[in-house]
């Protein structure tokens, strides 16, 4: 690895949340491509999202087709998983600086919430289909 005073790099935010949600599927269907590859690099975290997308899956579904205390446990694995994302989501927001002022500041949470379900969607969607998101 060899850095000079020659290198540079720019970063252009996306300018929609559409667009960050794009952007999030891709990462997660390149990680699980890269894993796929026998490529190094990533670690645990990076299939964090994968794993928290398969287990409201899984809550939605036993929430949704089975009764009794089943169903109770299906139903605080959904909220849970929901409720603390977006509790931490705040918690961060709050604790960073930020340029956003007011109510939009706290638009942010629940678009980490749909940031962490997208790349965690496109991880699972590597499994499904080898096509990029994206891509026709």
Known sequence: LRITDATSASY???STTKKLLCYGKRNGWWNAKTTALG???LRARHFVPAAYVLGLGASTVVSAFCRGSLRR????????GIGANLVLGT???LATPTQTKGATRFLIPPIIFAFHVSYGLGTISYLFTKTEPGTP
């Open 91 to 93: 918690k961060a927001t």
């Open 73 to 80: 446990v299906g139903l605080v694995g959904l909220l849970g």
């Open 39 to 41: 490529l190094s690099g």
């Open 12 to 14: 252009f935010p996306v």
